[in-house]
């Protein structure tokens, strides 16, 4: 099937480097490189009294101008507030986030607290798309990212920070948000709870199967998605049985930068990851087990179309699946890496979806989230979906 380029415009991340190896290895020569003297540690708090995390400070030794492991799901405000204020107060000249999603997104946005001056929530608003006029590539504090799972949140530019009173989910685009360098360390992926990277797993297939499906799907990225996916595909189940080796974990990561090459450059993914945001605000699902869900729902909804469903079709025999039907090929998988197929399961309260579908309609305005190949315009259609996934 060809794929053919829709109306969009595609801004790929400036990423300076991509590293493959330990990250006590790594991080001296990046510090070197960046020319940083005070160098600090983000991280969660599961990964408080890490080898990792000591390992990365100790090999920082003297440069290390302090350890945070302050950031929980999601990347609330008041962590992220509490972080700028920590990295302030340590004189920080670099940031190195270590972990997943969350605390990369929030080391993405403390950026922005650090170079003016932001103390509370509120200040955050006026920041939450890129000012006009071209950047200062060399303005304020970086990040390097260590991703412990493969969320991929540190090949995109944007990030997620939620309002923990109301559920709500603020989208920040800066393209200087994007972390400067990167380090895939097997070794740290091969660290983290399996679940938690399959649940991440989950997600990177969903970036993988909305970028082909997307309405601005184009050639380019849909063979870096589909390459991604057939090593997801292979990869996950062996993770989750608790079979990687170090090269298998390589090819997961190497497989992550693929799935969200398309939507780090502005091709805009669907409904699966508008939803899941907002599911994962309100209800504090984690994006993973979101994607695993309401991935195969959203497949199921948008195949009424014809033009979904042969674009479904022709993923399958791209996969060499033995039949056509993706949304049930993709919770087969899923239900193979032990994910949740309910929103019931995931513990979202029933009373809760219509706030999520009203959310929703919302967040399906943004550009990141604006590909789905069929129209959702109202709260019933949300509902439809969300209907099939409690």
């Known amino acids: 099937m060809t794929i053919h380029a829709q109306a969009a415009v595609l801004r790929p991340p400036a990423t300076a480097s991509l590293r493959f190896g330990s990250v006590a290895q790594v991080l001296p020569s990046i510090a070197a490189e960046e020319r940083a003297y005070r160098v600090a540690i983000v991280s969660s708090p599961s990964q408080t009294n890490s080898v990792l995390l000591g ?36 004189d920080a000249d670099l940031i190195v986030a270590i972990g997943g999603g969350s605390v ?24 939450r798309t890129a000012p006009p006029g071209r950047p200062d590539p060399a303005a304020g504090i970086r990040v390097v990212a260590v991703p412990t799972t493969l969320s991929s949140a ?6 997620g920070i939620t309002d923990s009173a109301t559920g709500r989910k603020d989208a920040y685009d800066h393209p200087l948000m994007v972390p400067k360098h990167v380090v895939f360390d097997a070794e740290a992926l091969l660290a983290t709870p399996v679940s938690i990277v399959a649940a991440s797993g989950s ?22 998605a589909l390459a991604g996916l057939k ?3 292979r990869g996950l189940p062996i993770l989750a049985a608790g079979k990687a080796s170090a090269d298998d974990a390589r090819d997961l990561l190497r497989a992550s930068w693929m799935a969200i090459s398309g939507p780090a450059a502005g091709i805009p993914v669907g409904a699966s990851h508008a939803i899941g945001r907002v599911v994962g605000a309100v209800s504090g699902v984690q994006h993973g087990h979101t994607s695993a869900i309401l991935l195969q729902r959203v497949l199921e909804w948008n ?25 049930g090929a993709v919770r087969h998988l ?24 009203a959310f929703s309609v919302t967040m399906l305005r943004h550009p990141s989230v604006a590909g789905n190949a069929r129209p959702i315009a ?4 949300v509902m439809e979906i969300l209907e099939r996934a409690w």
Do not use: M
């Open 303 to 327: 195949a009424e179309l014809d033009a979904c469903r042969e674009r479904q079709e022709w993923i399958c025999r791209e996969l060499d699946l033995p039949n056509a039907d993706l949304g």
């Open 104 to 127: 990369i997104d929030a080391c993405k946005v403390a950026q922005i607290g650090l170079r003016h001056g932001l103390d509370d929530a509120e200040a955050f608003q006026a920041f």
């Open 154 to 159: 540190e090949f995109t530019p944007f990030a």
């Open 55 to 90: 390992s990365a400070a100790a090999a920082l030794g003297a440069t290390l101008a302090g350890s945070f492991p302050i950031v929980r799901a999601h990347s609330p405000y008041d962590d992220l507030v509490r972080l700028v204020s920590l990295l302030k107060q340590a």
């Open 334 to 357: 899923f239900d193979a890496c032990a994910q949740p197929s309910r929103l019931s399961e995931a513990g979202v309260a029933r009373a809760d979806l219509p706030k999520i579908a």
């Open 378 to 381: 109202t709260e019933a259609e």
């Open 231 to 233: 090593l997801l595909w």
């Open 203 to 224: 997600r990177a297939i969903d970036h993988c199967v909305e970028t082909l499906c997307s309405t601005a799907a184009e050639a380019y990225h849909g063979a870096l």
